[in-house]
C-alpha cells in the first residue's frame, strides 16, 4: 500500500449541505432539512433561560466548519441518522 493510499484511507467522506442528500437517495432529504439539523445541532436557551434540547448531531463530530463553508461527515451523519430515528418519538 503507497503513501497516497494511506492517506486516503484515512481522510472521511465529506459533502456540502447541497450534495449530501444525494448520499442518502431513499431517505428524501432536501437542503432545508439538513440545514434544520444543523440548525438544531446544539442546546440552545429561550427567552426566559430555559434550555432547549439540541438533536445531539453536533456532538457527533459530523460537522465541520471551515470559514462559510460547511462540510459532513457523511459516515457520522449516516450514523446519527440512524440513532435518532430510534432515540426520538
Not at 503513501?3 to 481522510?11: D, G, K, M, N, P
Not at 467522506?13 to 445541532?41: D, M, Y
Request: proline share 3%; glycine share 12%; with cysteine.
Amino acid at each position: 500500500m503507497s503513501e497516497s493510499q494511506a492517506i486516503t484511507a484515512t481522510l472521511p467522506k465529506l459533502a456540502t449541505v447541497k450534495t449530501l442528500p444525494s448520499c442518502f437517495p431513499l431517505l428524501g432529504l432536501t437542503a432545508a432539512a439538513i440545514h434544520g439539523h444543523i440548525f438544531k445541532s446544539q442546546d440552545s436557551f429561550d427567552s426566559k433561560g430555559r434550555k432547549i434540547a439540541g438533536n445531539g448531531l453536533a456532538s457527533t463530530g459530523a460537522i465541520i466548519r471551515r470559514g462559510r463553508k460547511v462540510l459532513i461527515d457523511v459516515d457520522r451523519y449516516g450514523a446519527w441518522l440512524s440513532g435518532a430515528g430510534t432515540a426520538k418519538v
